[in-house]
């Protein structure tokens, strides 16, 4: 069930916050991980708050690869009120960036690819000055997110797998995303305009989280002024990227979705105790203990049919199963902004079968869409070689807005483009010089 939509609420409105509310990064001390910080406890009344309400905040210091401070960053980190996938109330958390002394001119919910269960991967971690997380992917995002905040945008960039990491789960991303924004617009210390307008970006997992707050924003969240939402290789079908990764070099990623939605999902939980050996079990075990990159190089070429006391074929025909699958398929919800969805045609994670699918349900249902397919790249490098498309989409819905806000109306182009590459596109060549310069200040701690 849905919590009915509200307001941002700002802190001073709400209980005073816990005792953590209010600090700043130690230096030189390490930050604790999430499943150990205080700053993420349950407050009195929690169900009473409504979405995105702030219960308390503080300042972080964020830094490449936990190794090299950003000097040029502001940071803070926000626990809000949410919802989980079953409508239960929980403290989520954001991470808002903003460039030191700048107003910014838009807000843009960026959703890293977390894609693990260890908490350890999450932004509100893994973004930190001091963070322990090699082989967590939002480490290598904090390049893409500096060039946000070089253009004068703010950033929210939430956990939002939630706090058990539940990888590949679906609707909850969305709340966490949309109630994200709302506490970042309402976070005093931040400063944002109220009325700044808000795009959404996210690849692979950050592109499901992504495409699940797009279709989650009409009814969760509809007075959020979302010009739109770039979904890159949002994976569209979970289910079906289970059944082609096992067993394959990439096998580790559909192991810790099964890891992390096992808690959430009793049924799912019922088949791994049943027909799981008990060497099965304690792969999953590990495997919650590990980062995104960890989890591949360990886990390359593992089967699941090696674990089960049944061939794979008949444990993902069991009902169980099947309702998992049939939750877990993006599409078929109608979001009411623009969407881009950029795709490579030889994907060897994500097959494009299963996007243009995703895409077609959307375009079914009305939504806007531009849909480009790119055709010199493999999952990992589209990233960056479609980084200056997807970028130049957003900032012209930012441009749109504004414009609309004069009596200027420009619609989004929509329908579906085959490209030999992104990258080849002249548009896409300032783009990649912006994207260095940021990446060298990067380097140097001037991000």
């Known amino acids: 069930m849905t919590p009915r939509s509200a307001r941002p609420v700002r802190a001073s409105r709400l209980p005073a916050p816990g005792p953590t509310g209010g600090t700043q990064d130690a230096r030189g001390q390490a930050p604790r991980r999430p499943h150990e910080d205080d700053f993420l406890d349950t407050p009195p009344g929690l169900a009473q708050l409504a979405p995105g ?75 930190r000055a001091g963070a322990r997380a090699w082989g967590a992917l939002p480490q290598f995002e904090i390049l893409l997110i500096a060039r946000l905040l070089d253009l004068g945008y703010a950033v929210s960039a939430c956990d939002h797998e939630g706090r058990l990491g539940t990888f590949a789960a679906p609707r909850e991303p969305g709340y966490r995303v949309l109630d994200g924004v709302r506490a970042a617009l309402a976070l005093e210390d931040a400063g944002l305009p109220g009325d700044l307008p808000v795009g959404m970006f996210g690849y692979s997992g950050g592109g499901m989280a992504t495409s699940w707050a797009a279709e989650m924003a009409p009814t969760h969240a509809p007075e959020l002024p979302i010009v739109g939402a770039v979904l890159g290789s949002p994976v569209g079908d979970p289910g079906e990227a289970f059944i082609k990764l096992n067993g394959g070099f990439f096998a580790g990623l559909p192991a810790l979705v099964v890891a992390g939605l096992r808690h959430v999902y009793p049924g799912l ?36 049919d090696d674990y089960l006391d049944s061939p794979l074929a008949d444990v993902l025909a069991l009902p169980e199963v099947l309702h998992v699958f049939d939750d877990l398929r993006l599409g ?114 001037r991000g």
Do not use: K
């Open 53 to 127: 309400a702030v219960i308390r905040s503080r300042r972080v210091r964020v830094a490449l690869l936990g190794l090299v401070p950003q000097q040029r960053i502001e940071a803070w980190q926000v626990a809000y009120r949410s919802t989980d996938l079953h409508g239960e109330p929980e403290v989520a958390v954001t991470t808002v960036m903003r460039r030191r002394g700048a107003v910014p001119t838009a807000l843009v919910a960026y959703q890293c690819a977390i894609d693990a269960v260890s908490d350890r991967c999450f932004p509100s971690y893994a973004l």
């Open 269 to 304: 939980a019922e088949v791994v105790r049943e027909h799981a050996s008990s060497e099965g079990r304690q792969r999953l075990d590990r495997l919650e203990q590990l980062t995104t990159t960890e989890a591949c190089l360990r886990y390359a070429l593992d089967d699941f």
């Open 332 to 445: 078929h919800h109608a979001p009411t902004c623009p969407l881009l969805v950029v795709q490579s045609r030889w994907d060897q994670i994500i097959d494009v079968d299963d996007v243009d699918s995703q895409v077609q349900r959307y375009a079914d249902r009305g939504a806007d869409v531009l849909y480009l397919r790119d055709g010199a790249s493999e999952h990992i490098s589209l990233m960056l070689l479609g980084f200056p498309v997807m970028l130049g989409w957003l900032e012209r819905r930012f441009e749109d807005h504004r414009a609309a806000c004069h009596g200027v109306a420009a619609p989004p182009a929509t329908g579906n483009r085959d490209h030999l590459s992104l990258a080849l596109l002249p548009s896409s060549w300032s783009g990649f010089a912006g994207l260095g310069v940021v990446a060298v200040r990067t380097v140097l701690g």
